[in-house]
C-alpha cells in the first residue's frame, strides 16, 4: 500500500528539518565550515523526512537504508575521521613547530580545556564516558571528536550527534569565542609583543619529524596512533617532495569524499527523536565551555612564557594552543595587528596551533585508554 | 578509574608526551642541523648549478 510521508510528519521531524535548513544557510550564505554543514544539512533533511527508509537498520525483508550503511561502515568503525586526519597532515606545515620545539607545551597546556569540561560533565550528572567524549570538544577537533565519542560511547547516537555539531560549531566560531578570552587574559602591552623572525628549517628536519613523532606517541599512547599515525603519514607525503601524487589525493580528493560521507552520516545522527533532547542543549554548553577553557590555558601558559623570556614571547601565542588550524592563528595575527599594524605573529602561533592537533590527538588516545 | 584520577593522569600524560616530544624535537633538530643540513644544502648548490648550466645552453 502506498504511505504518504506527509501525513507522517511529526513535531520533531519538522524541527529536525529546519535545523538541516539552518545548517545550509550557515554554510552556503554565512560561509561557516560549508564543506561539512552543506552535507550534514542536506543529511538532516534526508534523514528526518518520515517513511522513507533511509536511516533504517536492516530487517529480514528489507535491507539497510543508505544513511544508516554509511554512518555503520565509515563513521562508527573510525575509517572516515582517520582517512580526514590523514588529508590535514597533507595540509599541514610543522616548520613553525620544529622552529620552535617549546610551542608543543603551549598545545599541551591547551588540553586543560577538555580535562576540565570532562570534570564539570560528571557534576552535572553525565558518566564518564559521556563526559570524556564533551571534553574531547575542547580540543577544537572534529574529526578526533568523532573518533573519540564513537570509541567512548558507541552505543549513545545521541551523545555522538551532539558532540560532532558541538565540534564543528565552534571550530567556525573560533574567530568569535577567542577573542575576548586572549584579551581579557593579556594585557595591552603584551599583546603589542612583537616577535623575531623564526630560522629556517630543513627538508631533512621535516622529513625526520612525522616519523619520530609517530613512533614516539605510538609508544607512550598506544591508542592515540590511529589520528596521530595517520596525522603524520599525510605529513610525510607533503615533505618528502616524492609523493606529490598520494599529497595531492589525500589532501584533495580523498578528503573531500571524506567529508561527504562524514556529513551523511552525521545526518544520520540527528534524527528528532535522538537530537531533541536536554542532554544535546547541555553538550552545546559545555562545549562552549571546554573551547573556553582550552583558549585560557593556552593563554595563560602563554604567561609563563612570557615571564621566562622575560617578555620576549607574546602570551597571546598560547591561545592558539586549541588545533582549529588555521583559525586559531589568523586570531592571534589579527589581535596583534590590532594593536600593533606592524606585528607579525602567524606563524609564531601557528607552532602552538599545529602542537594542539597533536595534543587533542593524543589526550582522545588518553582517554580511549583510560575509558573506553 | 575515578573521574578525578582520569583528570590528573590524563592531562600529565599529555605533558610528558609533548614535553617528551619536545625535548625529542630539539635533540634531533640539533642532530640534524649539525651533521646532515650542510651537505644537503652543498647538494641543492651542485644541483641548482647543473641546472643553471642546462638552462643557459638551452638558451643559446
Same mark, same amino acid.
Given at each position: ?6 501525513? *507522517? ?47 533504517? *537498520? ?5 535491507? $539497510? ?28 606545515? /610543522? ?14 597546556? *591547551?588540553?586543560?580545556?577538555? +580535562? ?9 550528572? +553525565? ?29 549513545? $547516537? ?13 571550530? *567556525? ?94 545526518? /544520520? ?21 571546554? +573551547? ?12 609563563? /612564557? ?67 | ?37 650542510? =651537505? ?5 648548490? =651542485? ?14
Amino acid at each position: 500500500m502506498l504511505e504518504i510521508g506527509l501525513f *507522517a510528519l511529526t513535531w520533531q521531524s519538522i524541527v529536525m528539518i529546519a535545523i538541516g535548513l539552518l545548517l545550509i544557510y550557515l554554510g552556503i550564505a554565512k560561509n561557516m565550515e560549508p564543506l561539512l554543514l552543506g552535507p550534514i544539512g542536506f543529511a538532516v533533511i534526508l534523514a528526518n523526512l518520515p517513511l522513507t527508509g533511509i536511516t533504517a *537498520a536492516p530487517t529480514v525483508e528489507v535491507g $539497510p537504508g543508505l544513511l544508516y550503511i554509511v554512518y555503520e561502515e565509515l563513521i562508527a568503525t573510525g575509517i572516515v575521521p582517520l582517512i580526514i586526519f590523514l588529508g590535514i597532515g597533507t595540509m599541514t606545515d /610543522f616548520s613553525p613547530l620544529l622552529a620552535n620545539p617549546k610551542t608543543f607545551l603551549l598545545g599541551a597546556a *591547551a588540553q586543560v580545556g577538555i +580535562f576540565l569540561a570532562l570534570g564539570l560533565a560528571i557534576i552535572i550528572g +553525565f558518566d564518564l564516558n559521556a563526559a570524556a567524549s564533551i571534553g574531547i570538544i575542547g580540543g577544537a577537533d572534529g574529526p578526533t571528536a568523532i573518533y573519540a565519542a564513537t570509541r567512548l560511547v558507541g552505543d549513545r $547516537p545521541e551523545i555522538i550527534a551532539a558532540v560532532t555539531v558541538s565540534a564543528y560549531s565552534y571550530m *567556525a566560531l573560533v574567530p568569535i569565542i577567542q577573542p575576548p578570552i586572549i584579551k581579557a587574559l593579556t594585557t595591552k602591552k603584551q599583546r603589542k609583543i612583537r616577535m623575531g623572525k623564526m630560522r629556517k628549517v630543513s627538508r631533512i628536519e621535516k622529513i625526520v619529524f612525522p616519523i619520530g613523532v609517530t613512533i614516539i606517541v605510538g609508544l607512550i599512547v598506544p591508542d592515540a596512533l590511529p589520528l596521530v599515525g595517520m596525522l603524520m603519514l599525510g605529513n610525510l607525503f607533503q615533505v618528502s617532495g616524492v609523493m606529490d601524487r598520494l599529497s595531492d589525493v589525500g589532501g584533495n580528493a580523498l578528503m573531500d569524499i571524506a567529508t561527504i560521507m562524514l556529513g551523511l552520516g552525521v545526518g /544520520f545522527l540527528m534524527t528528532g527523536d535522538t537530537f531533541l533532547q536536554l542532554e544535546t542543549l547541555k553538550i552545546l554548553l559545555l562545549g562552549v565551555f571546554a +573551547f573556553a577553557t582550552a583558549t585560557a590555558g593556552g593563554t595563560l601558559f602563554g604567561q609563563i /612564557f612570557y615571564k621566562i623570556s622575560k617578555g620576549k614571547i607574546n602570551p597571546m601565542i598560547g591561545g592558539a594552543g586549541v588545533s582549529a588550524v588555521p583559525m586559531a592563528s589568523r586570531v592571534v595575527q589579527k589581535m596583534g595587528q590590532t594593536e600593533d599594524a606592524g606585528s607579525h605573529l602567524l606563524m609564531h602561533a601557528m607552532g602552538p596551533n599545529v602542537a594542539g592537533v597533536i595534543g587533542s590527538a593524543t589526550a582522545a588516545g588518553i582517554l580511549i585508554g583510560l575509558i573506553a | 578509574m575515578t573521574p578525578i584520577e582520569v583528570i590528573l593522569i590524563g592531562l600529565g600524560v599529555v605533558f610528558i608526551t609533548l614535553g617528551i616530544l619536545t625535548l625529542s624535537t630539539y635533540l634531533f633538530g640539533s642532530i640534524i642541523n649539525r651533521f646532515f643540513v650542510s =651537505k644537503e644544502e652543498e647538494e641543492m648548490e =651542485k644541483i641548482a648549478a647543473i641546472v643553471a648550466a642546462i638552462q643557459s645552453r638551452g638558451d643559446q
